[in-house]
């Protein structure tokens, strides 16, 4: 165009962009510089090149190895706990969820995780949050074993308000074939192993919140005698993640299965690693579920039934062992950190109407 067409052109120099629109790409970019050194600290052998590629690359040839490899793979997210984490300005925690959440539904399979992707959608970006976030999963990715290959950042303008977020991931795993982890492994006697969750992780957040601030009218930074720490603390603790103890329990025991115990509570979740014939049950009375649920029982005058289908109940995974690795399985377990104990039993169906179900009262 010439300069003189140019001076012509109507509203010369006020064109849209895509910065007008709300889009910040500079922005992106430095965010992207930011998250690079936690990327790195998840980098395993077989991961190729680096962050900024428009793909992640994996060498497959590392899975040679196996006789008949089956790759698993499990996508998530971290529902309405991100909410939290924008309130209080902390956001390299919600990281450590989003990595449990995925990881642990792998290795419920038997699976080892091999790497991760992340998404994360913004009204604007703000390149040190992202880099907050990002942070956090890569310190997930480490306590998984897994690598971050790669991610999106999104920016939604005019469809997230510029300091709502939204954070979502999946997850790439293998397992061999015939090590394959199932309903067709469970047998009647075998013993369920409750594994202690680190809280709520990241499910029944609407439940909570609407308990906690609607109801009870409390404050993030209101302190909580029975948590010692103040309630945005206490619900903001991150997901405990289980992967790499669940692997070295199945090299050390005889593992028939696993179950990730979130959204839908503990019995739903067993129930779903429990084939027709069988039946879980788990007794209350072996443990005591931490503050933070009788706080939301309580102020939201939730009915325990209610309660364990929506939350944990302070059992994050269970696994389900033959009887003569019970000893073996807990030690493995207490060596690593776990707190763990046997919650349960494999009986026949009988009149049983469902896979799974909760006997008793809980322990004071």
């Not at 497959?60 to 996508?75: D, F, H, N």
């Not at 038997?110 to 949050?129: N, W």
């Not at 948590?227 to 206490?234: A, D, I, K, V």
Request: with cysteine; hydrophobic share 40%; charged share 25%.
């Amino acid at each position: 165009m010439s300069a003189e067409s140019d001076q012509r052109a109507p509203h010369a120099g006020t064109g849209a962009s895509y910065a007008a629109a709300g889009v910040d790409i500079e922005a992106g970019d430095r965010a992207v510089e930011l998250m690079k050194e936690w990327v790195k600290k998840t980098k395993r052998p077989e991961v190729l090149g680096g962050l900024g590629g428009f793909a992640g690359l994996f060498d497959a040839s590392a899975l040679k190895r196996y006789e008949r490899p089956l790759l698993a793979s499990a996508t998530d997210g971290v529902g309405t706990k991100v909410d939290l984490a924008r309130k209080m300005g902390v956001y390299d925690t919600i990281g450590h969820d989003l990595v449990g959440m995925v990881v642990d539904d792998l290795v419920v399979c038997g699976a080892e995780p091999l790497f991760m992707t992340d998404y994360i959608c913004v009204g604007k970006v703000h390149p040190e949050r992202v880099a907050a976030i990002v942070k956090g999963i890569a310190e997930g990715c480490v306590l998984a074993g897994c690598a971050l290959v790669g991610g999106e950042t999104a920016e939604h303008p005019g469809l997230l308000g510029p300091d709502d977020f939204d954070v979502a991931g999946a997850g790439t795993g293998v397992v061999e074939y015939d090590q394959l982890l199932g309903a067709d492994r469970i047998r009647e006697g075998d013993a369920v192993i409750a594994m202690a969750s680190s809280g709520l992780h990241s499910n029944g957040y609407s439940l909570v919140r609407h308990v906690v601030f609607d109801r009870a009218k409390m404050t993030l930074d209101q302190h909580v005698e029975e948590f010692g720490r103040t309630l945005g603390e206490e619900l903001l603790e991150p997901t405990k993640i289980y992967s790499l103890d669940c692997l070295a329990l199945t090299r050390t025991a005889e593992v028939h299965g696993f179950s990730h115990i979130t959204g839908g509570g503990l019995a739903n979740n067993l129930a779903r690693v429990i084939p027709d014939h069988l039946h879980a049950t788990v007794d209350r009375s072996t443990w005591t579920p931490g503050a933070v649920f009788d706080l939301v029982g309580t102020a939201g005058n939730v009915e325990r039934l209610e309660l364990e289908k929506t939350l944990n109940m302070g059992v994050g995974m269970m696994a389900i062992v033959p009887e003569v690795s019970v000893d073996v399985a807990l030690q493995t377990l207490a060596d690593r950190g776990v707190d763990a104990w046997v919650a349960g039993g494999i009986v026949a169906r009988g009149d049983h109407r469902d896979g799974a179900e909760l006997t008793g009262d809980y322990a004071a």
